[in-house]
Nanobody, 125 residues
Framework: QVQLVESGGGLVQPGNSLRLSCGISGSTRSNYCLGWFRQAPGKEREGVSF????????YYPDSVKGRFAISIDSAKNTVYLTMNSLKPEDTAVYYC??????????????????WGQGTQVTVAS
């Protein structure tokens, strides 16, 4: 079991960039699916970026493809979410999530057992 702690949220102007970090502690000997989700007020939780620690394969939904990038720094046990060309509709609480990789990574919140506490991202001028 691992523990996750997000950081890096804040207020950013439209068009600018922000990088979120997710520190991973605990047992990391297994391969994991790692995902970033977000939830805006009154909306369902949405997956925005996913990566497999086994082969670094990634997945992005169309809503963020080309703007968001997920990466792993194994030496630092940290997962990053780099967000470019931010829009007001990207405003949400962003969560890091992890699940032991068994067959393949899934891209829905119900497939993830371990969650961080979330970090607020606000895109406004």
């Amino acid at each position: 079991q691992v523990q996750l702690v997000e950081s890096g949220g804040g207020l950013v102007q439209p068009g600018n960039s922000l990088r979120l970090s997710c520190g991973i502690s605990g047992s990391t000997r297994s391969n994991y699916c790692l995902g970033w989700f977000r939830q805006a007020p009154g909306k369902e939780r949405e997956g925005v970026s996913f990566i497999s620690s086994r082969d670094d394969s990634t997945y992005y939904p169309d809503s963020v493809k080309g703007r968001f990038a997920i990466s792993i720094d194994s030496a630092k046990n940290t997962v990053y979410l780099t967000m470019n060309s931010l829009k007001p509709e990207d405003t949400a609480v962003y969560y890091c999530a992890a699940q032991v990789l068994r067959t393949r990574c899934f891209h829905v919140s119900t497939s993830y057992r371990t969650w961080g506490q979330g970090t607020q991202v606000t895109v406004a001028s």
